[in-house]
């Protein structure tokens, strides 16, 4: 009798797929080596674009430390004995976008002759920008119900403290304070 030799089932060509065999095409290898690789890339990208604003926040004390500096407030004689005022510095710790928020304003106290205070103008509570009253000789700040005196101590509301202060000289006839970091509670001494 003369039979037909038996078949292996496992060369056999897979029917649901349309006749291709079991094996990968390299074609397809290659469609998902490509997949595989662009995943990677995309998620490389997105933990460099979460990880690096990270690295820099915790390392920019180390790669640039803060750089306090003398800087003018200007001649004394803008600031009249008895009065307080408003001057404004630029930061000397700054970049080149920084634009008008390099200008930082502070209070100037004139006592008498080269006595002053110079008064950081963030409320000592959570920061807000105290204005000065000359008729009721107080800080005020707006946000909330935050009061001092003259002399910067905290006269009521919730400032656990009074004003953080700057320290300052009087150079060639110019009022100049140490600059380039804000006071903090964590720091009150620049
Ligand atoms: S921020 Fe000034 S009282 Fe709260």
Avoid at 42 to 67: D, E
Avoid at 104 to 116: D, K, L
Avoid at 165 to 171: A, E, L
Wanted: net charge positive.
């Amino acid at each position: 009798m003369n039979s037909e030799p038996e078949k292996d089932p496992a060369a056999a060509p897979c029917a649901c797929s349309g006749g291709e065999s079991n094996a990968e095409s390299p074609k397809k290898k290659t469609r998902r080596e490509f997949m595989l690789a662009l995943g990677f890339g995309l998620n490389a990208v997105a933990g460099a674009a979460v990880g690096i604003p990270i690295l820099g926040y915790l390392f920019s004390s180390l790669v640039k430390p803060h750089q306090l500096d003398w800087v003018s407030l200007g001649p004394i004689d803008k600031f009249p004995e008895g009065t307080t005022r408003l001057a404004e510095f630029v930061n000397p710790v700054r970049r080149s976008w920084d634009g008008k928020t390099a200008s930082i304003p502070c209070w100037v106290r004139r006592i008498q002759g080269e006595q002053f205070q110079v008064f950081a103008i963030n409320c000592a509570h959570l920061g807000c920008p105290v204005r000065w009253f000359q008729e009721s000789k107080l800080f005020l700040c707006p946000c909330h119900g935050g009061a001092y005196y003259e002399d910067g101590e905290r006269a009521a509301g919730p400032p656990p403290r009074g004003l953080f202060t700057y320290q300052f000289k009087v150079k060639n006839g110019d009022l100049m304070i140490l600059a380039g970091s804000l006071p903090t509670l964590a720091q009150p001494n620049i």
